[in-house]
């Protein structure tokens, strides 16, 4: 037995770090002693802080009072009318929490859950682990990629098997399907949309396909929309919208802002779960106390109406675009089956097409093509099992096409202008290290192919 090891939860003696974040230490750490490495394995905004925002931060730095647990009223009020000028969504500043990411408070709401969790597969790294964390056996519902990776209706109706008999009205549950939720076991859904790690996003249509489901079931829905504002169609349609006292949405300024460091995410509750909400702040309250008060003041400037801003999320938004399409053109030319993102910053590829070679390297798995890859091509990539829930032995990997300077991809799309497209003359030379890092990807699925 390990030192220590008989102080730990024998549920959590195999617990591990999360994969990304561990990829990614050791990754900059090799990159910072020298190593040509091209890192596709690690979603971090590549923008940088949305600049009124760093302005603000400035100016707010002598802050340093504990600020109320749900975070303080001008942001939180400041969020909730982004979101009804964006989203088309109600929402009111008491069913609000702002914590240090949305990570925080995604494993509170799981901790203080009763009931059954269900988690989607491919998953975000981090919601099975905080799951088993807090105790909770989740219950996976599969997805393929001849769904597009998407959660289906009749995906959810072989784990639902047995609606209960009360149904809501434009998504607003009666006093009785409220009191249903009580009985039997409750039920809490984790949906991602724009997807991580497969950059699919939903129609209007498939969410209230989705929500029939939800509605019949009684089903609670955490939305994680994260990557809401960087749909590349921008037509980002918040499930919220459509079943308003069912949806719980987590969203944060990591993505859309630039500001993943800054640690500032939040929850929006429906008021139909204010004994949910004031759990998870109970929770919060004993555990990061609140988020960081220079940091809440100067988020408020994310979330005011601004031209500034708005361009800076159109140019960032076709940045990325861009690059999707140009990672998703060249890995499917030679055989790399992928279902084309759609927002985000991610795609997940499947490599199927060089099993043979992996076979011959004694490879063949997600994690061990992965440390092939990187060996051979310098490309550091993030298996898509176990890590996203997937199998071992499948070849789906999570790919980031987000290693590239964004300050210097930002000028230069201004310079270009919203009115032309971006070139692939344009991404070689702003993007070059994602770029790259897709070439020697390609050459490398050639190579392996051909020997």
Known sequence: MESGQQFVRK???????????????QIKSAIAKGATIYHLAFGQSPFPVIPAAQTALAQRVA?????????IEALRQAICDYHRRVDGIEVSSENTIVG?????????????????????????????PQCLLSRKKPIIVQASSQTEWKLTPQALEKVYPKPFCVSSENGRFSMQALACLSSGTPKLLVFNNPNNP????????????????????????????????????????CLAKFYP?????????????????WRIGYLLFPPSLGSLKKAVEGAASHSYSSASAPIQYASIEMFKPSDDIDDYVKHARRILCSLADYC???????????????????????????????????????????????????VALLAGGPAFLRPTEELTVRLCYTHFDGAKALLESRAAGLENCLTDEFLSAHCSLTVKGIEALKSWVIRARES
Request: aromatic share 12%.
């Open 100 to 128: 240090p990411g949305s990570k925080s408070l995604l494993f509170l709401l799981f901790l203080v859950f009763e009931g059954d969790i269900f988690l989607l597969s491919p998953s975000w790294t981090t919601y099975h």
């Open 328 to 378: 998703y053109r060249e890995l499917t030319s030679v055989g790399v089956e992928i279902v084309k993102p759609q927002g985000g910053f991610y795609m997940f590829p499947d490599f199927e097409v060089v099993r043979p070679y992996l076979r011959r390297k004694k490879a063949a798995s997600g994690d061990k093509m992965c440390a092939l890859i990187l060996q051979e091509a310098s």
């Open 198 to 237: 497969t950059g699919i996003v939903y129609t209007e249509e498939e969410l209230k396909a989705l929500c029939h489901v939800f509605r019949r079931n009684n089903v609670l829905v955490l939305s994680d929309e994260i990557y809401a504002r960087f749909h590349f169609a921008n037509d980002h349609h």
């Open 245 to 261: 006292d069912g949806t719980i949405v987590a969203n944060g300024i990591s993505k859309w802002a630039g500001a993943g460091g």
């Open 63 to 71: 802050e340093k009072d504990y600020e109320p647990t749900c975070g």
């Open 11 to 25: 549920d959590l003696l195999q617990y591990k770090s999360a994969p990304n974040l561990t990829l990614n230490d």
